[in-house]
Structure formats: structure tokens, C-alpha cells
T-cell receptor, first 112, second 115 residues
Framework: GNSVTQMEGPVTLSEEAFLTINCTYT??????LFWYVQYPGEGLQLLLK?????DKGSNKGFEATYRKETTSFHLEKGSVQVSDSAVYFC???????????FGPGTRLSVLP | GAVVSQHPSRVICKSGTSVKIECRSL??????MFWYRQFPKQSLMLMAT?????????EQGVEKDKFLINHASLTLSTLTVTSAHPEDSSFYIC???????????FGEGSWLTVV
């Protein structure tokens, strides 16, 4: 079946550091890939998504590229801020917005 | 933007009792809602899919008689954990799919602790 693996946290960085959170997946067919973010006390929010191979999703300075050859969708940001502290979930799903499979989440703490 | 609200955000209950968690779409109608559970250091796992006005579809291994799901209106789905046990302690989160659309919106989640 489909599965998602992402790097375990917590990840602690200083402000303005470079961020990478690795995510790899196993799937049949051609799923869409997502990164969700959960800020303290809030619901999961869609951060970015990519629907096909080589697509790059981007939002709020975060980027991730759908790499079919390496079955990866790593999340990157060039310069993190304290306000980026949250839990990040990698997920795959179908193009109808259903059948989500999530990774375990990676907690990011950014220190001033 | 679309908002999904869960209540309560944290609940502690005694073993053997039942507890209800609500999931509401505040500013849109949701024909389909989803319930997930996350045990510590594990992935969010889909428990069931509920469609307004019909019975929920449960994932393999999820006891439908223990986790009762009711989706009686287009803006509310409830998950009732019946005869709760300590092993049911977990993080439960719902999501709602806007009627006629593909986008999924998540609630903030509910922490259940059974003592």
C-alpha cells in the first residue's frame, strides 16, 4: 500500500538557517504530494502541493519538488523564521483530495 | 479561508466511559468528512470517511461499534469513542471536504486521554 516516510524530529534551527525536511513515499499510480503545517493550537493547513512529476510547489518561501525518480518530496526553505516553528506533515493523496496518507510529522523549532 | 473547528481540543475521561468529539465546518458545507488518529511518533492514520446522511466507511482494523461516527448535517460530524480504554488515548483530527470541491480543510485536533 501507499506510505510516506519523513525525517524524525525535532529539528531545531537558528533564525535565518537553511531548512530541509526529507520526505519519501511509496505509492501505486501517480498521487499528488502535499506538505501540511500545523501551528500550535491550530488545524493542519495546506502549505504547498505538487500534482505530477517535476512539479514544484511553493508558498511562503517554502519549496518542494515532486521527484518521481527518487520518490521524494523534500521540503526546503532558504531562511527560516521563528514564526515557522510548527509541525510539518508530508502526505500523498489522489487528485480528488481524498485517500490521504500522512507521514508522522516533523516538529521544527526555530530559535531567535 | 475555510475553517474547521473541533471540540473539545483536550479531554480526559475515565476508562469505560464514552466521549464525543465534534467536527464542524464553520463557513462551508461538507458532504464528506474524514476522521484520523495519530499515536505518538506514528503517522496520522485514516479511521473512517463519513458522508452526510449515510453510514460511515471504516478503514480496516477500526472497530465501527467502538468508534461511532455520525454525520447528520452538512456542517457537523461527530466521533464517539464508546467504552474508552487507556489504549484509545490518542490525537484525533478531522478534515472536511467542501461540497463540490476537492480541497480538504483540517480541524485543530483533539487530544483524548483515558485514565
Amino acid at each position: 500500500g501507499n506510505s510516506v516516510t519523513q525525517m524524525e524530529g525535532p529539528v531545531t534551527l537558528s533564525e535565518e538557517a537553511f531548512l530541509t525536511i526529507n520526505c519519501t513515499y511509496t505509492a501505486t499510480g501517480y498521487p499528488s504530494l502535499f506538505w501540511y503545517v500545523q501551528y500550535p493550537g491550530e488545524g493542519l493547513q495546506l502549505l504547498l502541493k505538487a500534482t505530477k512529476a517535476d512539479d514544484k510547489g511553493s508558498n511562503k518561501g517554502f519549496e518542494a519538488t515532486y521527484r518521481k525518480e527518487t520518490t521524494s518530496f523534500h521540503l526546503e526553505k532558504g531562511s527560516v523564521q521563528v514564526s515557522d516553528s510548527a509541525v510539518y506533515f508530508c502526505a500523498l493523496g489522489d487528485n480528488y483530495g481524498q485517500n490521504f496518507v500522512f507521514g508522522p510529522g516533523t516538529r521544527l523549532s526555530v530559535l531567535p | 479561508g475555510a475553517v474547521v473547528s473541533q471540540h473539545p481540543s483536550r479531554v480526559i475521561c475515565k476508562s469505560g466511559t464514552s466521549v464525543k468529539i465534534e467536527c464542524r465546518s464553520l463557513d462551508f458545507q461538507a458532504t464528506t468528512m474524514f476522521w484520523y488518529r495519530q499515536f505518538p511518533k506514528q503517522s496520522l492514520m485514516l479511521m473512517a470517511t463519513s458522508n452526510e446522511g449515510s453510514k460511515a466507511t471504516y478503514e480496516q482494523g477500526v472497530e465501527k461499534d467502538k468508534f461511532l461516527i455520525n454525520h447528520a448535517s452538512l456542517t457537523l460530524s461527530t466521533l464517539t469513542v464508546t467504552s474508552a480504554h487507556p489504549e484509545d488515548s490518542s490525537f484525533y483530527i478531522c478534515s472536511a471536504q467542501k461540497t463540490g470541491g476537492n480541497t480538504i480543510y483540517f480541524g485543530e485536533g483533539s487530544w483524548l486521554t483515558v485514565v
